[in-house]
Each structure stands twice: as C-alpha cells, then as structure tokens.
C-alpha cells in the first residue's frame, strides 16, 4: 500500500525540521545549564563564576553606554570613574553594541539583569549561526543541530562565560564565514555582500575589538587556504569575493574612526610576550578535561592545575570523540574544498593557540609559529589560547560534513553523543551562578542621602581587586567615583603612577605610605571614601583616613569616611535660571575677563593664575583647608591640574556668557559647545572681582 502524502509530509519534517527548531533546541539547552540567574533578577544572582570582579565592568558598561547618549556625554571617555582624570574608554572591552541593544531591558530590568541575559543568550546565537553555517555546507538538519551544539556549547564558551561577556559575543563569526561562502557562490550581489559585512564588521568590533582583530587574522588564513587548495574556478571566485571584503573592512574602519583615535591614544594594554606565554594552550588540554567539565574535570586536576591560562582562559578541552569525528570529515571529505580548509583551520587554530612555545603540562620547551610575531603590535596582545575558539567552530564543521554523509550511521552518531557527554560542562559546581555581595548602601538609597552632588568617591577597593564598577552600576552612575576597574592590571590607568597605587587596589604598604594617602587624597579632590563594611576589618584604609583626621561610620553595610570639620562650598546666591546682562556694564565687563581668565588658567594647568582669581572661601573649599593661604592653593592646584586633562579640555571649549550683577556680587554664564549653560558666583573684593566657588546650575524659573 503507497505511503499517503501527508505521511510523506510528515516525514520529511520529522528528517528537517525547520531551522526555528534548532534555535528551541538551543534555547531550551541553555535554559537547563544557564538559566537559574535568570530566575532570580532582585538576589544579585550572576552568570559568572562566584568572586570575579569582571562582571561588575560588564554591567557597569550596560549601565554607561545608554547614560552616555541620552545625556550628551562622550561615550568613550568618562569622568564619573577615576575623577577628576577620567578614562579613556576604548581601551577596555567594554561591549559598547551589547550595552546600546540591551539598553531597553536595562531600563526596565536594571544592569545586571542585562548582562544576565547578554551572557545567557551568547551562546544560543553562537549554536544557532553555526547551525546555519553547517546546514548550507552539509543540507542536513540533524548533523548541523550537532555541529552547530559542539561550537555554541563548546569548553570555550564555558570557559569564557565564568565573566567575560566580550568573549562570548562570537555569533558573528560564523553568521560573516556564512555570508562570504553565499557571496563566493553568487547568491548575493557584490554590492550587497560588501554592505552587509561592514555592517556585521562593525557590529563585532563594538561587540569585541579583540574577537575583531582575531577573525581578522584567521579570515585571512582561511582565504589562503582556499586558494591554495582550490582549482581555477575557485580562485576566480576568490579574487572577485576579495574585493567587497577588501570594501567591508574599509568602511567599517571609516565607521569606527572616532573609536579607532580614542583606542590608538597612548594608555592601551602594551606588547607583553610574557602574558602571551602564560595565556597559551597546554598540548594535553585538547583532550585532558578540566574542572569546568562534567566528565572526568575532577580526574585530572593534577595535570590541569599545571596549564598556566588556568581553566577559564585554557579551556581548550575538545574531547577524543569530537576530535575523531573531525578527523573522519577531514578525511572523506578530503576532495572538497570546503573539507581542507576546515582541517587546515582545525590544525592551524589549535597550533597557534599553543603559543610561542610548546607547554606539555606546564612545562615550556619548543618554540612555535607565534614566536615569530608574539612581540608585534596587535599580535603581541592577543591571547593564544582564546585562538580554541575557531578550532571549535572548524571541529563542529567537520563533524557535521561527515554525519552527513550517512556512511557508518551508528557509530557516527555514537561519536556524536560521546562527544555532547564529554563536553558537557559542569553545571552543578557553580561555575555559571554567583551571588555578587552588594551592600545594602548601593543597592538601596542609603548612597543618595550620605553623597553629595558634588562630592568625588573613593570606593575601595580600586582596580581589579573590588567591586566599585557595580557598586557604581547598581547607582545608575548616581556618582562621580575616584576608583574603576576598566583595562587588565598590565595596562596603565590614570592612577597607576601614584605611589599609593598598590594600596588603593591590593592593600599592601608602600614606603611613605601615609603622605602619599595624603597626597593622592588632595591631589584628586576626594570627599568622601566608601567600602564594603565586612572588609573594612582587614584593609589599611580606615586606619589611613584616620590618621589624616577622617571620621568614620557605618551605614547600610558600608563604612563611609569623610574629613573631619570638611570645608563646604560657600554660600551664595541663586544664580539666574537664565543667561541676562544686568548691572553696571563697567562690572559686567570686569567679572567676564575674571571668568574668562579663571577658564584660561584652568585650561593651561596654570595654578598661580587659578588661585590668583578665588575669594579666600573658594580657596579654602578648593583645598579643603580653613586659612589656606595662596602659596597652598598653588602646591594643591598644580598637582590637580596636571591630571585632569579632561576638565581642562573642557574649560578649553567653554566660552562666557552675559554677566547677572548686583550688590557687590552676582554670576557669570558660561557655556559649553553643547550650549548648557552654569554659572560661576562672583563677588567683588578690594576693587577686584574674584571666582567665589563652584560653577552651578541655573536657578528656578522666575529668579
């Protein structure tokens, strides 16, 4: 009896499904291995491993990149974290794509619940564009469900998922490796090709700069490859897919050229050939599993504790199973092309991740490849181990060609589910869950009653060894912050010349250490210090403020610090709520060219012109010093001013305003290219007419 058609119908589904399918499957995945941070938004609960300081930058750069654009601000360079410098931005890894596309669920849901689920559907998208990937080279569903798992599931991407969002941003690459194969085959246009891959070019390099630059390079490997293995009509197609390639990059460095200027300005990670080597491949780590792996990660810790990048950055476990099934594609599908570059990118992938030289259990001995240009520019800042990356994409691939072929059917797909088992991470060791400890000071209001508008917050610890980044997160950037943590501890960052760095970020005494608190402190204009209050106990810094006559108190879980006796601002009147001349033109003039020569001292770093132009007060609160004479103000305001480059460059672009006096005293507009305008408070002494504190906002309407 003939089978009826919608039986046949069926069938036929059942064998390949629609893609959708493969995006539920992968959802569904995640959800059992990802997904319990998710469940529990209001506990601080993260997809990260427990007591990384990592996550808080991620969060922390949900939280700035929509604050930037809504409110005006360069969003490559801040000044609400290592005040009054600020940080040039582009030199951390800081997701500016993933903070703008998020921006939504951030506003409704908070910064941590975005970086939540940025990490949770990382590798969904990664599986699911490597799915796509290997259903156009192999047309099977089921063999592309699988490769696309092994590559979006892979010991890279738990590796990376421990708290580097960056890192995990790679659905692109096979989505672009996918692109250019449809374009090599005619089935989009030139045109077409080089819009789209600037456009996906651009997108990767805002997800990740790094992640950018190492497809770069294995793009260009995998072209090679191509035309050394291809016939005459392959290397046609290749010079003529070249050209929009060759486009595509171009316009997307034109695109990101603001970005490009801040990331090429002095301050970024230098070459370290020594960080390199640490952050290389162990050989056994392809096949000897580590503690992040369900099987045998506990067997073997003798050996994997002896792989100096350590379990996150050497995750480069392939598993025996993955890497026969690669071998078998590799194998029978050595008359296609498509089959020898994929083993040409599987062998030169896992090589180059192996570093300058060869580490077998720990052990250094022969040099390798990446020897030769490990101590370049660009090269030399790349970690070889994250290379694992595209052998696992190249490994998924291959597997998938060769399951769907059909030949020995059982144990293919014996190898297949081997290889799922083996790679399986290890959920139940909290690896990918964490509780982050946020005092109850930044996580309710506490913060908006004891900080100022403007006070500068030293939260310690500074750097990679605290928390400040989602302190300042869970605030809404509700501060102006003396701390931060955006670039690796081997990169400069505006405080590390200062003698008391090992102390602002490890705790540890330096010579001198008391004057140069003191002298950090000044220097950069701090107010107030805050910490959490359960590691207050061990740190050197309450004694310090201490000594230096600060008081200190516990509030909502932290300890708050201030000066004892602090100086405030002084009191003036309102200022106007908009820019108008009024009064005598003689002393509207006289109190422009004050402001005027008050904007221009700043700008040059000029401390004597400064201090020349402030009422005794405004000298008094600017050093947070009653009696502070000029000679004073200088020593402070010298060593101030040299560091905020920033602020200076501002007072550079403003420009003044009309002139509101009165009795004595009144304000002067000034404006800044965006057109906001503040006042600065001017009072007349001695026939003078000198600066008399702080610029402010303009006064309610009707004043």
Known sequence: MATLPPVQEALGRLRQPPSAAALIVYLCGAGVLLGQPLLHPGDHACLC???????????????????????????????????????????????????????????????????????????????FFAFLLCRRLTSDFWASLFGGWVFGFSTYMFGQLAGHLNLVLVFLVPAMVHLVLRGLAGEVSRRRLAVLLTGALVLQFLFSVEVFATFTLFAAIALAAGWLFGGQEDRRRLRATVVPIGLAYAGALIVMAPYVYYLLKPGALPVLPERTGQFSNDLLGFVVPTQITHVGGLRFLSTTNAFTAGFVEGAAYLGLPLLLLALLGARRGHG??????????????????LGAHLHVRGSSSLPLPWAAVNHLPVFGQMLPARFVMFASLAAGLLAA??????????????????????LWPAVGRDYWQSRLGVPDFFAGSAWRDELRPRDTVLVLPVGIAGQSMLYHAETG?????????????????????????????????????????????????????????????????????????????????????????????????????????????????????????????????????????????????????????????????????????????AARSARVGPATIGAGRGHVAVLDPAGDVRYFPVRRIGGAWLIDGMLQAPGPAGQ
């Open 477 to 649: 950037l509700g501060f102006r912050m003396a701390s931060g943590y955006v670039v690796p501890p081997e990169a400069s960052d505006p405080y590390k010349q200062a003698a008391i760095h090992p102390t602002l970020t490890y705790g540890m005494r330096v010579p001198g250490q008391q004057r140069a608190a003191a002298s950090f402190v000044a220097s950069n204009g701090i107010t107030v210090a805050v910490m959490d209050a359960n590691a207050a106990a061990t740190s050197p810094w309450p004694g310090i403020l201490q000594r230096l006559g600060w008081d200190a108190r516990t509030v909502a879980g932290a300890l708050v610090m201030r000066p004892a006796g602090r100086v405030p601002p002084p009191v003036t009147e309102p200022p106007p709520a908009a820019p108008r001349a009024a009064g005598p033109l003689e002393a509207q003039r006289a109190a422009q060219a004050t402001a005027a020569g008050y904007l221009r001292a700043f700008a040059a770093g000029d401390a004597e012109g400064f201090c020349a132009l402030l009422t005794s007060r405004a000298r008094e609160f600017q050093v947070q010093q009653r009696g502070a004479d000029r000679a004073r103000c200088v020593v402070v305001m010298s060593h101030l001013l040299r560091r905020a480059t920033a602020l200076r460059e």
């Open 401 to 422: 060609l060769w399951l769907a072929q059909g030949r020995a059917r059982v144990l293919g797909w014996l190898l297949a589910l081997l290889s799922v088992a083996t």
């Open 49 to 127: 491993v427990p007591g990384t300081t990592d996550a808080g930058v991620y969060v922390w750069a949900m939280e700035w990149w929509p604050h930037a654009i809504a409110h005006g601000l360069n969003p490559l360079h801040s000044d609400l974290i290592y005040a009054p410098e600020g940080m040039n931005l582009a030199h951390g890894a800081l997701v500016p794509a993933a903070g703008l596309i998020m921006a939504p669920v951030t506003a409704v849901a908070g910064p941590l619940f975005s970086f939540n689920l940025a990490m949770f559907l990382s590798p969904v998208l990664a599986a």
């Open 336 to 353: 296609h092309v498509e089959a020898k570059v994929l083993a040409a990118m599987l062998g030169v992938a896992m090589l180059l991740s």
